[in-house]
């Protein structure tokens, strides 16, 4: 029996501003932060999950994230995890709360960090890595982890099981796949930020060429001019007709209409797929988007902002979406990221997780393998930033194109306490970079 006997929270910034690691159209100058919570318990076990965000406020989460661990504190693990799908009903039920939320902006951010730190406790209970834990599991137990109101119109349990029914054929060869890390291809965002100079987007082409990758992705969105220059050096370094993938992504800067006329300037370097070319939530102007530009061979993608798998499903309802981007921490955590998995196999489109964050990719590797081994059964592939994975115990890493299956116990966001320290915001005098001369540059400059 472990017993939750209290919930700490972390604000931890990085000052990614300084170098534009990060920059896209709409977001210039980020510093990517986790809102971070430790379970603790009357165990040798602690529970880690944090959410992404890229700086300022993430001290709300954090107090987000306190109000709802307090929920769950006195209860015991065992309690929590028997009847998965009534506990993450029971943490979205305060009604108090819900009325900020509901299941939306930060509540659900803050409940992502919790429900994933719960994962990360119960998997290190069960020493065996938050994938496993899953791919171990029966069809019937995978649909019990989820909460199914809001979306029965487009899955009901039955549909669910039958979906994960079918996929147990092929499973056995899958998990080798998995466990010989061959389930998860990645792709690279390293050399696409848009305050990268020519010169380093080469060099870092080149270099992720040289690695094995064979998607990349670049942000666009700010002008057109200066984009076309930019994908032309791409294709220039990965060509066309090499196997290589390019993919653009515009963070959300468009109106429809102008997302379709900028499209079409750009579609000469033919892209897999335009990313959040809109409002994250207009799901009939996505679809819209994606009416216009199939003709073009250009595919639509967006999720790393959806909110909720309510918004998910009526992307795929709408024929809104190519591909399925789900994220780790704007979703409710696991439970409510495999309803989205469910909806998106029966809908036949593929997940290919945002992961452009820290601590993202640690998390989205263990979701990209259940969608390989237990749901879809298909190979996708999942985005891969080159940041900041030195701040954790199991960094996420890639070998030959394909992600390294995590196979320690846990959800792989566990971070180094010294850097939890370091990094911390506001910060101890004497200790945290926040409070040195050099953070100063972001402190007292422009908010952007
Ligand atoms: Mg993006």
Not at 54 to 68: K, P
Not at 293 to 298: E, F, M, R, S, T
Not at 334 to 341: D, K, M, Q, W, Y
Request: charge should be negative; charged fraction near 25%.
């Amino acid at each position: 029996m472990v017993t939750i006997t209290r919930a700490e929270t972390r604000d931890v910034r990085f000052p990614t501003s300084l170098d534009k690691t990060g920059s896209d159209a709409m977001n210039a100058a980020g510093d990517y932060s986790a809102a971070y919570c430790i379970l603790h318990t009357d165990s040798e076990y602690q529970g880690h999950g944090m959410t992404f965000t890229i700086g300022r406020g993430n001290e709300i989460v954090c107090t987000a994230i306190s109000l709802l661990a307090d929920r769950i504190t006195g209860h015991t693990l065992e309690s929590l995890v028997s009847n998965w799908g009534k506990t993450w009903r029971y943490l979205v039920n305060d009604s108090q709360l819900r009325w900020i939320g509901p299941e939306k902006g930060v509540t659900h951010l803050a409940l992502g960090a919790v429900v994933n730190a719960i994962w990360d406790l119960w998997a290190k209970t069960l020493k065996k890595p938050v994938w496993r834990i899953v791919a171990d599991m029966t069809p019937q137990q995978i649909v019990d982890c989820i909460d199914f109101r809001y979306i029965t119109d487009a899955l009901t349990p039955e549909e669910a099981l039958e979906i994960l029914t079918k996929s147990l054929e092929g499973k056995e060869q899958r998990n080798k796949d998995a466990e010989n890390s061959r389930a998860v291809p990645a792709y690279t965002t390293s050399a696409g930020w848009l305050g990268y100079g020519q010169d380093k987007m080469r060099a870092l082409l080149r270099e992720t060429l040289s690695k094995g990758y064979k998607h990349f992705k670049l942000k666009v969105g700010s002008d057109v001019q200066q984009d076309k220059e930019r994908l032309a050096i791409a294709r220039e370094i990965i060509g066309f007709d090499k196997g290589n993938i390019l993919m653009v992504d515009a963070n959300q800067v468009w109106s429809v209409p102008e997302a379709i006329a900028y499209m079409k300037q750009l579609a000469e370097f033919k892209p897999w797929f335009i990313e959040e070319p809109t409002s994250p939530d207009d799901v009939l102007g996505h679809a819209a988007i994606r009416q216009a530009l199939k003709p073009l061979g250009i595919g639509v993608a967006t999720g790393e902002m959806c909110q909720n798998r309510v918004m998910f499903k009526q992307f795929l309802q709408a024929q809104a979406i190519d591909v399925c981007q789900i994220d780790a921490c704007r979703m409710g955590g696991v439970n409510e990221v495999l309803a989205v998995l469910l909806m998106a196999a029966k809908f036949n489109v593929p997940i290919v997780p945002h992961s452009g964050g820290v601590g993202l990719p640690e998390y989205t590797q263990h979701l990209s393998t259940i969608d390989y081994v237990v749901v879809s059964g298909k190979k996708s592939v999942l985005e891969y930033v080159d940041h900041l994975h030195e701040h954790f115990f199991h960094p996420s890493e890639i070998r030959d194109g394909y992600y390294v299956t995590p196979m320690e116990p846990g959800y792989s966001v566990e971070m180094r306490p010294e850097s939890m320290d370091k990094f911390s915001f506001p910060g101890k005098e004497g200790v945290s970079w926040w409070r040195s001369e050099e953070a100063r540059t972001i402190l007292e400059g422009e908010k952007i």
